[in-house]
């Protein structure tokens, strides 16, 4: 059984950062897509960045501003820089293998001075 925890939100001020990780456990032998999404109070859940063995994708909202990369095949990490409140949401990661999407449980992320 994959399950997928996330860490690292919380409260930041607007130009702050914050490293989001998350790390899966279970049988999980090669590279497959994780991600991240996000979902703000009354908005629909968007994704906000992905990456692949060689590739990455990001939201053009925070392009330039958050990085995705992976450890190995069960620890990736979202660093997020000058934050805004905009960015307020719960971040949520994911990871597909094959036809079958796996979800963390969340982390709340509140950018507010």
């Known amino acids: 059984q994959v399950q997928l925890v996330e860490s690292g939100g919380g409260l930041v001020q607007p130009g702050g950062s914050l490293r989001l990780s998350c790390a899966a456990s279970?049988?999980?032998?090669?590279?497959?897509?994780m991600g991240w999404y996000r979902q703000a109070p009354g908005k629909e859940r968007e994704l906000v960045a992905s990456?692949?063995?060689?590739?990455t994708n990001y939201a053009d909202s925070i392009k330039g501003r958050f990085a995705i990369s992976r450890y190995n095949v069960k620890t990736m990490y979202l660093q997020m820089n000058s934050l805004n409140t905009e960015d307020t949401a719960v971040y949520y990661c994911?990871?597909?293998?094959?036809?079958?999407?796996?979800w963390g449980q969340g982390t709340q992320v509140t950018v507010s001075s």
């Open positions: 990456i692949t063995s060689g590739s």
């Open positions: 279970g049988n999980i032998f090669s590279f497959n897509t």
């Open positions: 994911y990871l597909k293998i094959d036809r079958t999407i796996y």
